[in-house]
């Protein structure tokens, strides 16, 4: 069945052309109120993003994410593989959090807040609107034949995108890294770490390809967010949309005409002046209704508000509405869908919050050494050999560490027969020895429970395993 004209173009995506190939985007440089704020928040991400890595509180990074030293920081909070299940919870509440928001809100985490689309279009494309000029200057440019002009504006504009990629690279790399470790490579010799030299490089070149060539392919072809919106949405969320009862009328769109009654003509507000197209970073036309390849970024509400404005109409005929409200005129109300993602949200944010209020500072194991048996000592004195591992998470040194049975009379001995340090941020393991009176042992196995010192300060409890022979049963 052969598709509708009017709905041919959900055949394909707004970038690609009837041949097949990319149709490169050049989308008029936006201006107007939600543009003013959307430069103002976008700037706050991007100076947070750029300085994360870098502020400290506590002494501890604000942002980490080391996958190889399996250290994490989440506001400064550090979580260490023993903390695995904090970090799951806090991915989850981040992920129903974003499944919340495009329920009510759409897709508007891509247009404000994705750092890919903050650095495209507040960095690159800026630059790019610096040097080559607005939407048509730049068509044009792309059309004339490589004289000097061209190349001068396409290579200048090339170093700049690279020293910016170059940057990031380096920023991103201090969220895997550290802030720190990054700075010390940056002042220092590069051939002194070759291999990190080679990554950061790596990650320039993706970064360049991303901002430079890819764009908003990115956000078209590899985010799979925007197919998630896709069974998120439904008639009640608030998309940057087309009111098409008030902008088609009675017998469509069309061009503006001085001292026209457009009401009696039975025409609708749209002009057809195709200006909310020019200004899509995506190249889409809104009024087709909500698409993949929308990213809410509401430059066709400025642009539609600028040329209702010129022609004397009201503005708003591309706002952010439902589908409800524009054919209903229904006011925005909170379904149940989306009480029950809140109420979801809240309870996963209560279990994190106690979670993080029973997580504890120090972190101790002791486990009884593979393969070894009890021994028999003298006055019918029973010994354990054990493995020991002593986790500081904090930002300060713990002195003076040493262990001491809480449910048992008994012996404790570390391999070294003196307290310890626990280094912060760090570890102590070892090895120890716990012995015990026959008389203690009801059975052949007793759980045992272990107070972790730092001098007279008992600062964490542990659980092991002793065994013994039978016949103490």
């Given at each position: 069945?052969?598709?509708?004209?009017?709905?041919?173009?959900?055949d394909?995506?707004?970038?690609i052309?009837?041949?097949?190939?990319?149709?490169?985007?050049?989308?008029?440089?936006?201006s107007?109120?939600?543009?003013?704020?959307?430069?103002?928040?976008?700037?706050?991400?991007l100076?947070?993003?750029?300085?994360?890595?870098?502020i400290?509180?506590?002494?501890?990074?604000?942002?980490?994410?080391?996958?190889?030293?399996?250290?994490?920081?989440?506001?400064?909070?550090?979580?260490?593989?023993?903390?695995?299940?904090?970090?799951?919870?806090s991915?989850i509440?981040?992920?129903?959090?974003?499944?919340l928001?495009?329920?009510?809100?759409?897709?508007?985490?891509?247009?404000?807040?994705c750092?890919?689309?903050?650095?495209?279009e507040?960095v690159?494309?800026?630059?790019?609107?610096?040097i080559?000029?607005?939407r048509?200057k730049?068509i044009?440019?792309?059309?004339?034949?490589?004289?000097?002009e061209?190349?001068?504006k396409?290579?200048?504009?090339?170093?700049?995108?690279?020293?910016?990629?170059?940057?990031?690279?380096?920023?991103?790399?201090?969220?895997?890294?550290?802030?720190?470790?990054?700075?010390?490579?940056?002042t220092?010799?590069?051939?002194?770490?070759?291999?990190?030299?080679?990554?950061l490089?790596?990650?320039?070149?993706?970064?360049y390809?991303?901002?430079?060539?890819?764009?908003?392919?990115?956000?078209?072809?590899?985010c799979?967010?925007?197919?998630?919106?896709?069974?998120?949405?439904?008639?009640?969320?608030?998309?940057?949309?087309?009111?098409h009862?008030?902008?088609?009328?009675?017998?469509?769109?069309g061009?503006?005409?001085?001292?026209?009654?457009?009401?009696?003509?039975?025409?609708?507000d749209?002009?057809?002046?195709f200006?909310?197209?020019?200004v899509?970073?995506?190249g889409?036309?809104?009024?087709?209704?909500t698409?993949?390849?929308?990213?809410?970024?509401t430059?066709c509400?400025?642009?539609?508000?600028?040329?209702?404005?010129?022609?004397?109409?009201?503005?708003?005929?591309?706002?952010?509405?439902?589908?409800?409200?524009?054919?209903k005129?229904?006011?925005?109300?909170?379904?149940?869908?989306m009480?029950?993602?809140?109420?979801?949200?809240g309870?996963?944010?209560?279990v994190?919050?106690?979670?993080?209020?029973?997580?504890?500072?120090?972190?101790?194991?002791?486990?009884?050494l593979p393969?070894q048996?009890?021994?028999?000592?003298e006055?019918?004195?029973?010994?354990?050999?054990?493995?020991?591992?002593?986790?500081?998470?904090?930002t300060?040194?713990?002195?003076?560490?040493?262990y001491?049975?809480?449910?048992h009379?008994?012996?404790?001995?570390?391999v070294?027969?003196?307290?310890?340090?626990?280094?912060k941020?760090g570890l102590?393991?070892g090895?120890?020895?716990?012995?015990?009176?026959?008389?203690?042992?009801?059975?052949?196995?007793?759980?045992?429970?272990?107070?972790?010192?730092?001098?007279?300060?008992?600062i964490?409890?542990?659980?092991?395993?002793?065994?013994?022979?039978?016949?103490?049963?």
């Amino acid at each position: 069945m052969e598709t509708p004209k009017n709905e041919q173009f959900r055949d394909s995506i707004g970038t690609i052309n009837e041949e097949g190939k990319r149709s490169w985007v050049y989308p008029k440089k936006p201006s107007g109120r939600f543009y003013k704020y959307r430069t103002y928040v976008s700037y706050f991400l991007l100076a947070f993003l750029l300085l994360a890595p870098f502020i400290k509180i506590k002494g501890n990074q604000f942002l980490l994410f080391n996958v190889l030293e399996r250290r994490f920081n989440i506001f400064g909070f550090p979580f260490w593989p023993q903390d695995f299940h904090l970090l799951v919870v806090s991915m989850i509440i981040g992920v129903v959090f974003i499944i919340l928001f495009t329920v009510v809100f759409g897709r508007i985490f891509c247009g404000w807040i994705c750092p890919q689309t903050i650095f495209l279009e507040m960095v690159f494309r800026k630059i790019e609107y610096w040097i080559e000029g607005d939407r048509g200057k730049q068509i044009r440019l792309e059309k004339q034949a490589w004289n000097a002009e061209k190349i001068k504006k396409r290579v200048l504009k090339w170093f700049i995108f690279f020293i910016i990629s170059f940057i990031i690279a380096n920023v991103f790399l201090a969220y895997l890294i550290g802030g720190d470790t990054v700075i010390d490579y940056v002042t220092g010799n590069p051939f002194d770490n070759i291999r990190t030299l080679i990554s950061l490089l790596i990650f320039t070149g993706v970064f360049y390809f991303i901002f430079a060539w890819f764009r908003e392919q990115v956000c078209i072809i590899a985010c799979p967010y925007g197919r998630l919106q896709g069974v998120l949405l439904d008639n009640k969320t608030i998309n940057v949309a087309y009111d098409h009862v008030r902008g088609e009328g009675e017998k469509g769109r069309g061009k503006f005409k001085k001292k026209e009654d457009r009401a009696a003509s039975g025409k609708g507000d749209c002009i057809d002046c195709f200006q909310c197209v020019n200004v899509c970073p995506t190249g889409i036309d809104i009024r087709n209704g909500t698409q993949l390849e929308c990213v809410n970024c509401t430059a066709c509400i400025d642009e539609c508000d600028h040329m209702m404005e010129k022609v004397g109409l009201p503005k708003g005929l591309i706002r952010y509405a439902s589908e409800e409200n524009i054919v209903k005129k229904a006011p925005f109300k909170f379904s149940a869908r989306m009480k029950g993602y809140s109420a979801v949200l809240g309870i996963l944010i209560a279990v994190l919050i106690g979670m993080l209020f029973l997580r504890n500072d120090v972190e101790a194991t002791i486990l009884r050494l593979p393969g070894q048996l009890y021994q028999h000592k003298e006055n019918g004195v029973i010994s354990n050999i054990y493995t020991y591992k002593v986790i500081n998470k904090t930002t300060k040194q713990i002195d003076d560490v040493s262990y001491k049975l809480l449910s048992h009379k008994g012996k404790i001995e570390t391999v070294t027969h003196k307290n310890f340090e626990v280094p912060k941020q760090g570890l102590a393991e070892g090895t120890l020895f716990i012995e015990l009176h026959q008389s203690e042992m009801k059975k052949e196995k007793v759980t045992l429970k272990i107070g972790v010192f730092s001098g007279d300060k008992l600062i964490e409890t542990t659980k092991t395993n002793f065994l013994g022979p039978r016949s103490y049963r």
